[in-house]
């Protein structure tokens, strides 16, 4: 099993930015799809974005525009740049590899957007 942390969480206006890391305990080289998920309260956990080993990018449409999603395979870590917060995009976020169906979990890492 991959251990993955994640990092970058916090309180932030609406319309600031955060940067999200998620290092991963082995190298993510062979890991075919990175992604990030999130969980607002009373709301089932849903796809943020994801990206594949050859590079290509997939973003859930309420976040497109908004969030970019990047891989550094050399660094082991997965990054969400989140520029244009709403309120609505506070929840606890979380790294995955390998997909959702067998794949690893981070812990999660809090984003609250609020003034």
């Known amino acids: 099993q991959v251990q993955l942390v994640e990092s970058g969480g916090g309180l932030v206006q609406p319309g600031g930015s955060l940067r999200l890391s998620c290092a991963a305990s082995?190298?993510?080289?062979?890991?075919?799809?990175m992604g990030w998920y999130r969980q607002a309260p009373g709301k089932q956990r849903e796809l943020v974005a994801s990206?594949?080993?050859?590079?290509?990018?997939n973003y859930a449409d309420s976040v497109k525009g908004r969030f970019t999603i990047s891989r550094d395979n050399a660094k082991n870590t997965v990054y969400l740049q989140m520029s244009s917060l709403k309120s609505e995009d506070t929840a606890v976020y979380y790294c995955?590899?390998?997909?959702?169906?067998?794949?690893?979990w981070g812990q999660g890492t809090q984003v609250t957007v609020s003034s």
């Open positions: 995955n590899a390998g997909g959702i169906a067998n794949g690893s």
């Open positions: 082995v190298s993510i080289w062979s890991i075919y799809i």
């Open positions: 990206i594949i080993s050859g590079g290509s990018r």
